[in-house]
């Protein structure tokens, strides 16, 4: 089989619920960063791409509102781009892109296609609220409307309680069992603001991201530089009132934005006029029980080191995904950060504790990211891994291409 690299990302600014990006369409967002990765590859093409470009695979969590009906066919449709290219949608929650691109990638290596382009998108401000369908007529009890934004909705009533707790409550749990402080969670919600406000300020995303034509929006929204563990410990919990510490401060916002990036083997490089970045040399999915969602990147990023064939003491840089400061936390204690690894690798550039979470949008990020970080860095080998909802976990390694 043939390898599979990235060829770099983009992405829009991620912004804040109701925010600078509320008034987009996740669809339109979505052929925002579709048009704007084809215009970034020197050798291609709107019009020449049918000949090369196998499909478009987006990730989106939702799909039950404007993004309804395959985003990923309709924002090729609507970037201009020829009507033989085929498009699919995948949903694993926040691990959605990611697996877009894992997709991707089984494609290029089974020799199915040469080039896919892959992405997701997800606006959680423009999510519906939305009331189920009813049996009769003229029901006479009432309904419930639901925000489709996020978390469980609908819940069958066979699925045992436990594990359908809110997100927030089941990061409690998480931080409860393996003993993660709210100094701690603090601490590395701070440190998240403090590097992804730097990394800006220094051009770290300059290349990695586009401007939302018509929006005030010239980095992510939701960055505080001057976020502080003191500031942070002065905020109150949110899912638990007496003896809680996740707060609005060591959780991900809820944000809208949308990914995309280049997946292709070694023969993309003339067709896209772009030099590969990283291979993918393994990936790997991990579940175990719903409410546990927050540790199930522990063994998926276990599984995809060992089929890259490397180890841990091998890896230079790591984008994890921030879903909560305490779920990360108990991820890089398992792995050893903090004693045989160094902590200074993950998220050099920031996390999304300050960059943002839409959902279907962040798996490109974290991947792109990685692949920017090891190429100008120089760094051998990396990790982008997510936590999902519903219990699972998701994991790509990188090798640096050069």
């Known amino acids: 089989m043939q390898d599979a690299y990235i060829f770099g990302g983009v992405r829009t600014p991620f912004a804040k619920v109701g925010g600078a990006l509320a008034g987009q369409r996740p669809d339109d967002l979505a052929a925002l960063v579709v048009e704007s990765i084809v215009a970034k590859a020197p050798a291609l093409t709107m019009e020449n791409s049918a000949e090369t470009l196998g499909e478009v695979i987006l990730g989106n969590a939702n799909g039950a509102g404007e993004e309804n009906r395959n985003v990923a066919r309709m924002a090729w449709l609507l970037a201009g781009g020829p009507v033989s290219v085929p498009g699919t949608t995948i949903n694993r929650l926040c691990g959605s892109s990611l697996d877009a691109a894992i997709s991707g990638a089984r494609q290029v290596k089974l020799g199915e296609t040469n080039l896919v382009l892959v992405g997701g998108v997800e606006s959680m401000s423009r999510a519906p609220w939305v009331l189920p369908k009813t049996e009769r007529a003229f029901p006479l009890k009432n309904l419930e409307l639901v925000n489709s ?31 993660i402080s709210r100094e701690r969670q603090d601490e590395f919600a701070a440190v998240s603001h403090q590097r992804a ?36 410990g002065g905020l109150k919990t949110v899912f638990r009132k007496s003896e809680g510490t996740v707060t609005a401060g060591n959780a991900s916002p809820m944000s809208d934005g949308a990914s995309a990036a280049w997946i292709g083997s070694g023969e993309a490089e003339e067709v896209l006029g772009l030099s590969p970045q990283a291979r993918l040399a393994g990936w790997a999915a991990a579940a175990n029980e719903p409410q546990h969602f927050g540790y199930a990147p522990v063994e998926a990023t276990n ?20 879903a909560f400061a305490a779920q990360s936390l108990v991820c890089l204690d398992a792995w050893g950060f903090g ?23 962040s798996g490109t990020r974290v991947l792109a990211t990685l692949a920017h970080r090891m190429h100008t860095s ?10 999902i909802g519903v219990g699972q976990g998701l994991a790509v390694v990188l090798e640096n291409a050069q």
């Open 378 to 387: 120089g760094t051998r080998w990396g990790v982008a891994t997510l936590c």
């Open 303 to 322: 599984r995809a080191l060992a089929r890259a064939g490397i180890r841990w003491s091998d890896v230079g840089a790591v984008e994890l995904n921030e």
């Open 339 to 361: 004693r045989d690894l160094d902590p200074a690798m993950v998220n050099a550039w920031g996390g999304a504790l300050a960059i943002g979470h839409p959902l279907g949008a």
């Open 149 to 179: 934004s996020l978390g469980w909705r609908m819940i069958n009533e066979r699925m045992p309680q436990e594990w359908t707790v809110s997100l927030g409550e089941a990061t409690e749990q998480l931080r409860a069992k393996y003993g």
């Open 197 to 232: 406000d730097e990394a800006w300020a220094q051009g770290r995303y300059d290349d990695l991201t586009v401007r939302v034509p018509n929006v005030d929006l010239t980095r992510d929204e939701t960055i505080r530089g001057d976020t502080t563990t003191e500031t942070l």
